[in-house]
């Protein structure tokens, strides 16, 4: 499948991947990830993690940078064909995503594509 990177590089805090501009994700976000993967690797929850839209990709690098050497991380992408904003999107959706190139508008508009700030 994929090599693998034997160099361990020291995780990014939030401000760091804020910074940078390559994820759409606030800090309180960025910082639930970070509590989640704390969570999930203090309890030793057995498993890789997976990032279904890695969109810009900062937040997987975030993620990678964060989890035990021994996880896997695999992120995910349509590459292209992102729903153009629907109704029940926020304005920062319409703004941000709807003026992306990548935005396919053949796709419904009624699909929610705005993330959901859950907890573990």
């Known amino acids: 499948m994929f090599g693998s990177y034997s160099k361990r590089l020291p995780p990014l805090s939030v401000s760091d991947i804020a910074r940078s501009k390559l994820t759409y994700l606030p800090a309180a976000k960025l910082q639930n990830i970070t509590q989640c993967i704390q969570k999930v690797q203090t309890q030793r929850v057995p498993g890789d993690f997976v990032e279904f839209g890695v969109a810009l990709g900062g937040s997987g690098i975030f993620i990678a940078r964060q989890m035990a050497r021994s996880r896997r991380f695999v992120g995910l992408d349509v590459c292209g064909m992102i729903p ?8 920062k959706s319409h703004e941000v995503i709807g003026s992306s190139p990548a935005v396919n508008p053949k796709e419904s508009a009624a699909t929610d594509i705005t993330a959901t700030n859950r907890t573990c």
């Open 84 to 91: 153009a904003p629907g109704p029940r999107d926020d304005q």
